[in-house]
Each structure stands twice: as C-alpha cells, then as structure tokens.
C-alpha cells in the first residue's frame, strides 16, 4: 500500500461522514478518482452509511405518522369548535329575538283605539301608543256564512318594539268591500269574548277567539317519538350504524323540545302558531346543528387524548 493510500484509508471514515475540511475533502476526493483500491474502501463504507439514512428516513416516517394525524384532528376540532361556538350564539341571539317580539296581547278597554267614519264609507281605526302592532282580518275562522262580513282585530305590543325599536302609531282603514254593511270585532285573546267596536252585533251571541294548540300537539308528538326511538335505541344498542342514525334523530327531537320550550315557554297554547312555530323550527335546526358539532368536537378530544398518550 502506498503512503498516500494508508493517510486517504486512515482519512476515509471522517471523509465519509463529510467531517473533514474542505481541503482534506479535495485531497481525497482526488486520491479517491485515480486509486481504485481506495474507491473501492469507501463505497463499502458509504453503502451501509446510506442504507442506514434511509433507514432513518422509513423509522422517521413512521414516528411521525400519528403525529401528523394528530395535528389534522386538532385542526379538524379547531374548526368544529369554531362553528359550534357561532351556532350556539346565533340561536342565543335568535332566541332573544324570538322572546322579545313575542306579542303580549292587550285586552279591550275604551281608550284603546278610536274610530271614525270616513266619507268613502270606510273606517279608520286609529290605535293608542300602547299598539306596537295588529292584524286585521276578515274573518273566515269566525264562519258566520251569509251574514254582513266581519273583521277581526287584535293588536299586541312587543318587549321588542317597547324596548329597542318604537314604532309610529298604528291605524288601520277598512273599506267596504261588496258594499254591504260590516261589523268590526275586537279580540283580547285573553279568554273573554270579543267586542264588537264598529257595526251591528252578530246576534248569535259571543265570539271568542280561541288559542291554537298546535304547537302543544307538535310538542307531544316530539315527545311519543323521542321515546319509541329510545325503545328502539335500546333494542339495536350493538349495530353502530343504526345507533348512529337513531341518536341523530333524538337529538333534533331534544333540539325540538328545547326550542319549544325557549320559545313559547312551557305553556303550549298560542295566538300565534305561525309566527312561534317558524321560530321553533329556526331554532331548533341551529340547536341540532350546535349539538352535532359538541359532539363531534368531544369525540375529537377524546381521540386526541388517546394518540398523545400513547407517543
Ligand atoms: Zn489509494
């Protein structure tokens, strides 16, 4: 072996592991080109070196797969906890709303409202400042067929318009529509008979204007199907994919009921079945919505709790 030979092999471990400066690199590199021996030293020491990298590389792959997948499900619950959070604070907003325009009826007295007949042979209904707000209509639900039409009246105020948004005075004019005659009622919605403010008392007697129990009924209905499903959950408790579907569906009946009660209190009878039920509905969608996403969010956490502990 030559001199220069003996210096490039006792240099080679430290030039493989690139440890040597770059003269000594050049140095080597040359001696590395023109001897073959040499070469020959080196590439059985750079193999194992490289088999070894790459080795790394695969191990490294591999410790960091879960690591990654933890990252995604803590976006994943980042973002679910995000939208969860504007869910549950829209519906507290909607549920505000739908509580401070609730219509609180105002029962008949004098000084209410004042009418005058105008030259056309219409009405003007001109409504005190305590109205925030009334329906007229002429009513069909009162079913008097054949005789002179009727109109109906009921006005209301909300916290809303008392509170946050006046309104202007109220008035309501009514025409004559077939030309004949017309009697106008007022409704207290409070259980006692309706008035009768301008025309001809129908002479059948009282009128009241009843409450709607729909809402009630809906509310039952919720609340039979939220225990058949129960019954059904109990029966199927082994077969993941049918639970799943099962509790989804419980959980719009619990987001139901709980806009039920939000909106219309726990008392099931209404003057306004429309207006409370879209509310319900409304709610309730962003109640579910809520729901599903905690849930998700939990179950993020809980899995996230399981990959860090076992890394
Ligand atoms: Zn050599």
Redesign the pocket.
Known sequence: M?K??SI?RDLLPLYVEDMVSADTGEFVKE?LEG?E??RMEHDRMKLPQERKESGDAADNKEAVAPLVALQRKLGRKKVQTVLCTVLFVVALFVSAFAVLSTPVYIPYDEELFTITENEDESVTIVFDERVTDYECSSDAHIGWVGVEPCYEIEAWSTLWNKWISKRDQQFVVIHKVTGEDFSVYYASNDGSENVCVYGEPMTSGGVITLPRLVLGNYFLIATVCAAILLVVLWAVRKKATVRVWIERMLYYLLSYGIAHVIVTGFGSSTYSAQRDFMFILFLSILIYGGILLARSVYRERKEIKELTKNS
């Open positions: 030559r220069e030979c490039v001696h001897c021996e040499c």
